[in-house]
C-alpha cells in the first residue's frame, strides 16, 4: 500500500525484454537500503525490486503489467516517480493507493498559473464514472485531487512542489500516464453493481 507522496525519483537505466515479461533496472535517489523482495512503486505500479550490489534495482515486470501501463516504453535515462510501501504508523498524506493501474491516460493539456499549474489527462471511458469533482486520482504514483470532470477527461492542479519533486513537471502534451483510481470509489461500484438497472 503507497499514499501517493512522492519523496524520491529514479532513473531507468535500461528495460530487457524476456521470452515473457522484461526486467527493469533503475536506480533511486533513496539512500536507505532496500529489502530483497520489497515493494517499491515506480511511475504507480506495484514492483518488487532485488536489491544488486552495485546500488541498482531490478524488478521484474509481467506480460499483464507490460500491457496494461506505460512501463513497457520506459528508455534509459528516463525520470520515474518511485515510492516505497508505507509501514503502519505512517503518516497518510495523500490517499490509499494499491499500486494496481487500471488504466493509461494521455496529458491533454498544461495551463501554467504562475509558479502552479493545471494539467488535463484523458481516461478511459469504462473509469469515467468513478472521477469525481475534488476526488482523488493517482497519475503515475502521484496523488491528485481531480478538478472539472467532463465524463472524458479531468484536471487537477498541481502545486510547485509537485512540479519539482515529480516527473509531471517534465511532462508534454501527449505523454502517456499511469492511472489508478480511487480504491474506495471501485469497492463501492462493484457493491452497488447489482442492485443498480442498467
Known amino acids: 500500500m503507497f499514499t501517493g ?12 525484454r524476456l521470452e515473457s515479461g522484461a526486467r527493469l533496472r533503475l536506480r533511486t535517489t ?4 532496500f529489502t530483497l523482495g520489497e ?16 546500488g541498482t534495482l531490478v524488478t521484474d515486470v ?6 496494461r501501463t506505460t512501463l513497457g ?7 520515474v516517480n518511485v515510492e516505497r510501501a508505507m509501514a503502519l504508523g505512517d503518516r ?9 493501474v487500471d488504466g493509461v491516460g494521455t496529458l491533454l493539456s498544461i495551463a501554467p498559473e504562475g509558479d502552479f499549474a493545471v494539467y488535463r489527462w484523458s481516461c478511459p471511458a469504462e473509469y ?10 493517482a497519475v503515475d504514483g502521484v496523488s491528485l485531487t481531480v478538478v472539472e470532470p467532463d465524463g472524458a477527461s479531468f484536471g487537477a492542479a498541481l502545486i510547485p512542489e509537485t512540479l519539482r519533486r515529480t516527473n509531471l513537471g517534465d511532462a508534454a502534451v501527449g ?6 483510481l480511487d480504491m474506495i470509489a471501485k469497492y463501492v461500484r462493484s457493491l452497488v453493481a447489482p442492485y443498480i438497472a442498467r
Request: charged letters at 20%; aromatic letters at 0%.
Open 128 to 137: 469515467t464514472e468513478l472521477i469525481v469533482d475534488k476526488g482523488s486520482i
Open 175 to 180: 505523454d502517456r500516464v499511469n492511472l489508478e
Open 62 to 67: 509481467s506480460n499483464e503489467t507490460l500491457a
Open 39 to 54: 515493494s517499491l512503486a515506480v511511475n504507480g505500479v506495484c514492483l518488487t525490486v532485488l536489491p544488486q550490489e552495485d
Open 30 to 33: 533513496d539512500s536507505e537500503p
Open 92 to 100: 497518510l498524506g495523500g490517499h490509499l493507493v494499491q499500486g494496481h
Open 5 to 16: 507522496i512522492i519523496n524520491h525519483s529514479g532513473i531507468i537505466e535500461s528495460l530487457e
Open 73 to 79: 516504453a520506459l528508455t534509459g535515462g528516463t525520470r
